[in-house]
């Protein structure tokens, strides 16, 4: 029987008791109520006898009898209970009269009589979670069985953790110092931490310049192959990167071509302009099997196999 069972069953057995103690409760009121009656009826058989023959006063023997044997007769109600018991166990109803009671075979252990209960009168398994328990014994096992791991289930403790607990700030920036401690920084002291100065933002001249080795920024004119760009490579992960000019190709800014927003698939490609670095789209196609389409007037000069095809009409 388990700990869950004990309790259940104490319970059970102190709603018999109270019930116990209200039927004694009865029994004495009644007892109280035969006591008195047996009294009156000593008073009313004195009074009989003191008026024997007297027909105008008193009641007949016979009729102080009937008055007794109402009186016994209407005393019911008495607790009948087994021929023998056992020392200690607890007594339960046997039946739904309430008027019969027997023996039961559970005597109630150290946790019925006592006032407190501590690890010495624990001598069961361990209680289960589902009963309210632990279901270990040790400190490692119970935060497993409660899914409480320290670093898998719940965070570790971190004096960092304190820190930020004890933070008040308002506006202000988490900052992790030379040390390792989390502290609180106004703007002004993460301005002067991250090289910003007053009164400027990341875009600021100076705070470019300084970032690129005191690179002086100068107005958009005409790359050389040496200078360099910076780019984000898509490729790895977005990071920024350097990269020469000269490696896009062109020298100087010498046969840079600019083409147009948009072209057509296999069209033959125009110069726009005389500046040589624009091109643009056209009407003429060459498509995959070299057949020429989309040709308005063709202007001829010279010989086709000898023949002059000026001449031609």
Do not use: C
């Not at 109280?32 to 009826?41: A, H, M, R, V």
């Not at 310049?209 to 910076?230: C, E, K, Q, R």
């Not at 624009?278 to 010279?302: A, F, K, M, P, Y």
């Amino acid at each position: 029987m388990g700990p869950a069972d004990v309790k259940g069953r104490l319970q059970e057995f102190e709603q018999v008791l109270t019930a116990i103690r209200q039927e004694h409760q009865i029994l004495l009121r009644k007892l109280q109520s035969l006591e008195s009656e047996n009294q009156s009826l000593k008073n009313k058989v004195q009074f009989a006898g003191r008026n024997k023959g007297n027909a105008g006063g008193g009641i007949s023997a016979t009729r102080a009898r009937a008055i007794a044997e109402d009186v016994v007769g209407g005393a019911g109600g008495d607790v009948t209970g087994p021929a023998s018991a056992t020392d200690g166990n607890f007594v339960i109803f046997d039946g739904a009269t309430g008027k019969v009671i027997k023996d039961d075979s559970l005597t109630p252990g150290l946790l019925a009589t006592q006032d407190t209960v501590n690890n010495d009168d624990w001598s069961g398994a361990d209680l289960a979670v589902t009963n309210g328990g632990t279901g270990a014994s040790d400190a490692s096992g119970a935060r497993t069985n409660l899914g409480l791991v320290i670093g898998t289930d719940v965070q570790a403790h971190d004096d960092n953790l304190d820190n930020l607990a004890a933070l008040n700030a308002t506006e202000e920036f988490l900052y992790l110092n030379a040390s390792g401690d989390v502290v609180s920084r106004g703007a002004g002291a993460t301005r002067s931490i991250l090289n910003v100065e007053d009164g400027a933002d990341v875009t600021d001249e100076a705070n470019v310049t300084d970032a690129l080795d005191g690179a002086t920024l100068t107005d958009v004119g005409t790359p050389a192959s040496g200078d360099l760009i910076l780019l984000q490579d898509a490729s790895d992960s977005n990071n920024l990167k350097v990269a020469q000019f000269s490696e896009f190709g062109g020298e100087g800014g010498e046969g840079d071509v600019s083409g147009p927003e948009s072209s057509t698939d296999n069209a033959v490609v125009r110069w726009d302009g005389t500046d040589g670095d624009t091109i643009q789209d056209s009407s003429v196609l060459i498509d995959d099997s070299d057949n020429i389409s989309g040709i308005g007037n063709i202007t001829l000069s010279g010989t086709v196999d000898g023949r002059d095809v000026a001449s031609d009409s």
